[in-house]
């Protein structure tokens, strides 16, 4: 079964922390995404990657930083965390190509920074 | 950065009712897709359109790709309490090779038995 895999599903992290969030895919894929989901904005897109150490800016890139190493493997990083980063983090991945072959998301991790 | 307009955002309603939600775009759109997320998880794909004017069903949902490529709806028949969640739209332009989608705000979905 295919999957994309968040390494934590819940983080409790103090304001001003470094905060890295995993995220694994096993599909091969070229593109991976990090979304993050607040109740009445949707899904807002933060950073993505299209190919091993790639990466491009999202919607709202402010305050986070990217890594990605290997093709499975995208990292979100917070890089001193503020309490308007407490959030629902999801990561997806894709095929090259023009997305109409749509995402495969992961379980999500829920951040609380305190 | 751009997003579907999708309506309604939440809805409330009996168990064995009928559904309906949309999504509108100012702009062309070659692919629809609709998933819809349970509580806790992640969203998973229920239904893509690839053709305007493209109708697919899959089980009690049936999705459409308007003939103006520019809106999409889902409609879930005879609603059961397992179909709470949130449903998102998503389009892809076709302009780009980097196989980003754009997502509409979501709808709330509660059933009430």
């Known amino acids: 079964d295919v999957k994309v895999t968040q390494s934590s599903r819940y983080l409790v992290k103090r304001t001003g922390e470094k905060v890295f969030l995993e995220c694994v895919q096993d599909m091969d894929h070229e593109n991976m995404f990090w979304y993050r989901q607040d109740p009445g904005l949707g899904l807002r897109l933060i950073y993505f990657?299209?190919?091993?150490?790639?990466?491009e800016k999202g919607d709202i890139p402010e305050g986070y930083s990217v890594s990605r190493e290997k093709k499975e493997r995208f990292s979100l990083i917070l890089e001193s965390a503020s309490t308007n980063q407490t959030s629902m983090y999801l990561c997806?991945?894709?095929?090259?190509?023009?997305?109409?072959?749509?995402?495969?998301f992961g379980s999500g991790t829920r951040l609380t920074v305190v | 950065g751009q997003q579907l307009n999708q309506s309604p955002q939440s809805m409330f309603i009996q168990e064995g009712e009928d559904v309906s939600m949309n999504c509108t775009s100012s702009s062309i759109f070659n692919t629809w897709l609709w998933y819809k997320q349970d509580p806790g998880e992640g969203p998973v794909l229920l239904i893509a359109?690839?053709?305007?004017?493209e109708l697919t069903s899959n089980g009690r949902l049936t999705a459409q790709f308007g003939i103006t490529r520019k809106d999409s709806f889902l409609n879930i028949s005879a609603s059961i309490p397992s179909d709470v969640g949130i449903y998102f739209c998503a389009g892809s332009t076709g302009s780009s090779n980097t196989g980003k989608l754009i997502f509409g705000q979501g709808t709330t979905l509660q059933v009430k038995p």
């Open positions: 990657s299209y190919d091993v150490k790639m990466k």
């Open positions: 359109l690839y053709k305007a004017g």
């Open positions: 997806a991945s894709n095929q090259r190509g023009t997305g109409s072959n749509g995402y495969t």
